[in-house]
Each structure stands twice: as C-alpha cells, then as structure tokens.
C-alpha cells in the first residue's frame, strides 16, 4: 500500500503545473541534481560526451514539425534558466517549418554536473557534437543570455556550421573583467548557498527587469531551490557557481565584431543586467549593463549585424514581447 501511495504522490507532483506550487513552501519535493522530477515540455534525450576524461550526459530535445523546411535551429539557454523555457520558441519555430534542437549544456539543467570547471570552448564542442551525432550539417543558432556568449565562441570557432545567429538578450557585449575584481569560487559559493528563495525572486526581478506575472518565474525559483534537498546539492552549487567564473573569465566582447554570419541582436530597452555588478566599485557600477546600447555599437562594427530594441522589455524578451520577438525572428531567418 504505501508503494501505491508514494508511487500516486510522485505522479501527482509531477501532473501539477510548476507555476501553481508555491516558490517558497516551507516543504519542497526535492529534485534530483540532473533536475529529475522537474518536467520538461517533450520528451528529453541524452548523449554521452567525455569532458576532460570526465563521462558526462548531455540533455537535449529534439523536436520534429508537422510540415519540415529542411532546416533547423539550435537553442541556447541562459545561466539561470532551464531550456524548458524555450516551450514557446519551439512552438512558434515549429509552426515555422524548423526542426527545433534544444541542449541542456553540460553543467546546467537535465545534463550532467562535471566535477571540473566549466569553459566555453568546450560546451562549443558538445554542441558541435551533438549536431554531428543528429547528423545536422548546418543550423541557425538562437540564443538567450550566457547561450548568447557560447553562441558567439560557437560561430567563431565553427562558422561553417552557422547559418544565422540569433543573440536574444544575450549577456557578455561588454568584458566584466574591466569592471570587476575577481571573486575566490568558494566565496561566492558560500553567498550562493546563503540565498533564499525569496531573496532569488527579488534578484530575478531586479537583475532581469522582469515583465511577468510573479508565477510565471516560479518555475525557475522551483528549478534551484527544489535541488537543496538532493545529497548532490554541492556538487551543483559548484557547478553552478563556476558557470558565473566563466562568464567573467572567459569574455566574448572583442570576439564580437569578428562575427561574418548574419547576426541579429534582439534587446529589451530595460534589460540592464550585468552580472557582477554588485562587486564592481560604485563609480564604475552605473556604466555596466548598458546592454542595447552596447549591442547598437557592436552591430554597427559588423560586416551583417543589426539590433533591434523592443521597448519596455527587459531580459526575457521572447517570453514578455512574443508577437513581435516572431516577428523578428521568423522575418530575420526567412532572409
């Protein structure tokens, strides 16, 4: 009887839309470190990949259309942001036409936390293959966030195999190493650990200048905090905490103008998000994330680059303005 019950419980949790469970219960049903027990919108696959000599899963969709145009395009997720928030892009880019591929990278969510630092250049490479294990020649790539600078290392170091890039909010147009001192891991892995799932609502908000109702962010709030009850939890707050070491050490602003692939950036006007900016001298804090400006300036450098600011947006433009984020999108990749 009580395997009945636990296994009916599980099935509960898992039928129970993510943004109808309260982001801060007391109680959390822990997931697993890989995000087990958060769900995803179809169905999640995995490819093995060696890392350093580390074996390692990573996580992707692979979504068909119901009428193909032949091609195909690759999703890039941001840092704080399982690719399950990509569900309405699928949808839009498979009414389209595309195929739609859509990787958790290594160390962030269904994939596997490596034990090693994380770099750019080698989420390149598993992104590379995973399009030669789907046997994909030549994709466009849409990104969001930190998925905007592996977007950028992805295009410069594999240019044959991008068709056209999408930068969606896209952090790391302005090198933070300039702004900030550097931080020691276990310093801010002790500050990550101390955060609670209210003080991360109100940093979402804040830093991302959010335009949604609060449950529809619930589901990322549930995405970190429901993995505080796994044993593997310090095993992903290191992961995790790494992820922001590389956004700082291993920048892609001077890579940016290099870019020959037709690029359109996709800004929201009110998205001034510039990760380390607490730690950045006042005098210098004010000058950082000024993020439309800074991709204007860097498409105006490009030999096939544009920018397109949506006004009162902030940093989940494709989720705050989605008319006129298709819009864009579907225009830009039909050229």
Not at 62 to 77: C, F, I, K
Not at 224 to 240: C, H, M
Not at 250 to 273: R, W
């Amino acid at each position: 009887m009580n395997r009945i019950l636990t296994a009916a419980l599980a099935a509960a949790l898992l039928t129970v839309p993510l943004a109808s469970r309260a982001a801060d219960s007391p109680q959390r049903e822990p997931y697993g470190v890989a995000l087990e027990g958060f769900a995803y919108p179809y169905p999640v696959h995995l490819l093995p990949v060696v890392n350093d000599g580390e074996q390692l899963g990573m996580a992707y969709m692979d979504v068909a259309p119901a009428q193909s145009n032949g091609r195909t395009v690759v999703l890039l997720h941001g840092r704080n942001f399982p690719s399950s928030y990509w569900a309405p892009v699928i949808k839009m880019l498979g009414e389209a036409g595309y195929r739609v591929v859509v990787p958790d990278q290594v160390g962030f969510g269904k994939s596997s936390r490596p034990t090693g630092e994380l770099h750019f250049d080698t989420l390149a490479r598993n992104t590379i293959a995973l399009l030669d294990h789907l046997k994909i020649d030549k994709a466009e790539i849409v990104a969001h966030s930190l998925g905007g600078m592996l977007g950028v290392r992805i295009a410069r170091a594999y240019p044959e195999r991008v068709a056209h890039l999408v930068l969606t909010a896209p952090i790391g147009l302005e090198d933070y190493q300039l702004y900030v001192p550097p931080t020691p891991t276990e310093k801010i892995i002790e500050a990550e650990d101390k955060l609670t799932a209210e003080g991360y609502r109100k940093q979402l908000q804040t830093n991302y200048a959010i335009k949604l109702p609060g449950e529809a962010i619930t589901p990322f709030i549930d995405a970190r905090f429901n993995i505080k009850g796994s044993p593997d939890y310090p095993r992903w707050l290191r992961a995790f905490v790494s992820s922001g070491q590389m956004i700082y050490r291993e920048p892609v602003a001077h890579e940016i103008p290099l870019l020959a692939e037709p690029t359109l950036f996709i800004m929201g006007a009110d998205d001034h998000n510039a990760p380390g900016r607490p730690n950045a001298p006042e005098a210098l804090r004010a000058k950082m994330g000024q993020n439309a400006e800074l991709a204007k300036a860097l498409a105006a450098k490009m030999p096939n680059a544009r920018a397109e600011v949506i006004p009162d947006t902030g940093h989940l433009v494709f989720l705050e303005a989605p008319d006129k984020y298709r819009e864009l999108v579907l225009g830009f990749l039909g050229r």
